[in-house]
């Protein structure tokens, strides 16, 4: 059968396949926990839901401009320059499918084949799998541990070619859960600016930050700011994932590109979303900081019994909800009858074994780590790690 060769390429997602067979065997009945989501366990709080059904009720149920309606364009322009500090227009906003499609249409817009885009690892699954789809060239620049999982200026400047075309830029980061300083973003905007290339910031997780604050790479002035793509989103802070609204500021001509191109891939994001969209914006942050208080004590739980149990540890994230735990004291060893090898091998057995779904990270550029979420009960949080316990003793 005849097929595209650049789609055979890309990669499935191990997050999505993850998650996809811990539900399968939980409709089967088995005892399974999971921590493979990258969804707050919350509600979307009721006035936005409200706002989704007063929309329905007044018809708003039609095709949309392309980008978005000017209300919620309107709010989310509103939103840069009340949380961020950034002047852009409305018509600099693109409204998407989720951040997600913000992104795809983002590497379409910027790039011709064969350029080369920069991505910090480990990093979010699906870049690599991006920038593939635009015809580009993923380039990966690797991170420690010992260095929070960033990526220094030095370490930049060496990956640099003259097809370099971009940099992916991810704070708070998924899966590591790291937050750039404000140092360290000048650094980088500096480095972009010097070289004359695009920053696509991804910012899903702006709010969800517990030491220090966010502060947006493009908010170091017009040079840097003309050569940024902001991508964000209501899925994480609102928990509203399922609405799939992302959202996407950028240079006047990059963001008519963006559109254009979602114009022909989707059309409009859904316009009842929308709506929920600009109450969500416009709604204060008091339920969010509810959300983000039992965050703090799932990762402080989550951190400090990882760090109790022989063969694994973990650093302490400053942000998102993900813990990334390292397991490369295990490989080699056997667990259960069987040798692991590898972080997909860890992940396996212990679904297996176990029934507890994490995510290896073979598919996030390291495979000495697995992804835990807590974005989940405590409850779970504890039952997971005990098994953990009993599986390691195997």
Aim: charged share 25%; with cysteine; glycine share 6%.
């Amino acid at each position: 059968m005849y097929v595209s060769e650049k789609a055979k390429s890309i990669k499935a997602s191990t997050t999505l396949a993850i998650d996809s067979k811990f539900k399968a065997m939980k409709a089967e009945g088995l005892d399974v926990v999971g921590f493979g989501a990258g969804e707050p366990d919350f509600d979307t709080p009721d006035y936005i839901k409200k706002a989704a059904i007063e929309a329905i009720n007044a018809g708003k149920t039609k095709y949309t401009p392309a980008a978005g309606t000017m209300e919620v364009r309107k709010a989310v322009a509103e939103k840069f320059s009340r949380e961020n500090g950034l002047s852009y227009e409305p018509t600099q906003i693109v409204v998407s499918n989720g951040a997600k499609h913000s992104l795809v249409n983002a590497f379409m817009a910027i790039l011709n084949p064969g350029d080369e885009v920069i991505i910090p690892a480990p990093f979010w699954v699906s870049y690599p799998e991006m920038v593939k789809l635009a015809d580009g060239v993923p380039v990966i620049v690797d991170s420690t541990e010992e260095a929070d999982f960033k990526v220094t200026v030095a370490a930049l400047e060496k990956a640099l070619t003259p097809k370099t075309r971009a940099l992916v830029l991810n704070s708070p980061s998924n899966p590591t859960g790291m937050v750039y300083t404000a140092e360290e973003l000048k650094a980088i905007a500096d480095f972009a600016v010097k070289n004359d290339i695009y920053v696509i910031s991804d910012e899903i997780y702006e709010h969800l930050i517990y030491e220090g604050k966010h502060v947006s790479i493009a908010s170091f002035g017009e040079d840097i700011k003309n050569r940024t793509i902001i991508i964000n989103g209501v899925s994480k802070t609102y928990a509203m994932t399922g609405w799939r609204i992302g959202f996407a500021a950028a240079a006047p001509e990059i963001a008519k590109i963006m559109a254009n191109v979602q114009s022909h891939a989707s059309s409009n994001p859904n316009s009842i979303a929308q709506a929920a969209t600009v109450a969500a914006l416009s709604g204060g942050m008091d339920e969010i900081e509810v959300m983000k208080k039992a965050f703090v004590e799932r990762r402080n739980y989550m951190v400090d019994r990882i760090n109790s149990i022989d063969g694994v540890s973990c650093k302490k994230p400053n942000g998102a909800f993900y813990v990334l735990m390292n397991i490369s004291k295990i490989k080699g060893k056997t667990i259960a009858g069987k040798v692991i090898n590898t972080s997909d091998d860890f992940a396996e057995l212990f679904l297996q074994e176990a029934k507890v779904a994490v995510v290896p990270c073979s598919g996030f550029g390291d495979d000495n780590f697995v992804r835990w979420s807590y974005a989940v009960s405590m409850d779970t949080i504890r039952e997971g790690l005990d098994r953990l316990e009993k599986f390691l003793a195997m």
